[in-house]
Nanobody, 115 residues
Framework: QVQLVESGGGLVQPGGSLRLSCAASMSFFRLASMGWYRQAPGNQRDLVAGITGGGITNYADSVKGRFTISRDDANNMVFLQMNNLKVEDTAVYYC?????????WGQGTQVTVSS
């Protein structure tokens, strides 16, 4: 089975930084594509950044140049470094992976950007 646990959210001022972590309990982690999604109140859950097992990354246009996704295969971890945060980045951030037709989510971590 797959378990994902996010951490690292919090309250930060505009222009600040946060680093989110996702600890994955799963087999063959190094082969898995992982993603970070976010959902603000009243909005759908959208992809923020993704990383393949080979380390290829992709980003939503709104976060390009500010966010960086990375992974530590030795410790089954995925990270999202968020710099120059904006008020509109406020959301619950979720870690995600897929196994065939199954999709797995963490419980989410709240990121609030406010002065």
């Amino acid at each position: 089975q797959v378990q994902l646990v996010e951490s690292g959210g919090g309250l930060v001022q505009p222009g600040g930084s946060l680093r989110l972590s996702c600890a994955a309990s799963m087999s063959f982690f190094r082969l898995a594509s992982m993603g970070w999604y976010r959902q603000a109140p009243g909005n759908q859950r959208d992809l923020v950044a993704g990383i393949t097992g080979g380390g290829i990354t992709n980003y939503a246009d709104s976060v390009k140049g500010r966010f960086t996704i990375s992974r530590d295969d030795a410790n089954n971890m995925v990270f999202l470094q968020m710099n120059n945060l904006k008020v509109e980045d406020t959301a619950v951030y979720y870690c995600n992976t897929k196994r065939g037709i199954l999709e797995f989510w963490g419980q989410g971590t709240q990121v609030t950007v406010s002065s």
